[in-house]
């Protein structure tokens, strides 16, 4: 978790705390891209409450699709569902 200005206080004698990594612009759901070539649309696949899988549907035929969320994976956020 990335420290925000107003958790940070000067205290005489003692050290700053590190640099904090930089997170996301705004908080929310995690999300992947997916271009549905069934019907040509395109969609967003959701994180689920277990943060174990991304999954989704087709907005207009409900082809469902699901990707696992582990170590060793991608950096891709976009994605094509055939």
């Known amino acids: 978790m990335a420290l925000r200005r107003t958790d940070i206080v000067d205290i005489p004698g003692v050290a700053s705390p590190p640099a904090a990594s ?4 705004t908080p929310g759901p995690r999300w992947l891209g997916v271009w549905f070539r069934c ?4 969609a967003r696949l959701y994180r689920n409450a277990q943060g174990t899988r ?3 549907a087709c907005p ?6 699901s990707a696992k969320v582990g170590p060793g994976g991608t950096s ?7």
């Open 60 to 65: 207009r035929c409900g082809s469902s699709v």
């Open 39 to 42: 019907c040509h649309i395109y």
């Open 22 to 25: 930089p997170g996301p612009a």
């Open 76 to 82: 891709q956020r976009f994605f094509e569902a055939r």
């Open 54 to 56: 991304y999954t989704g």
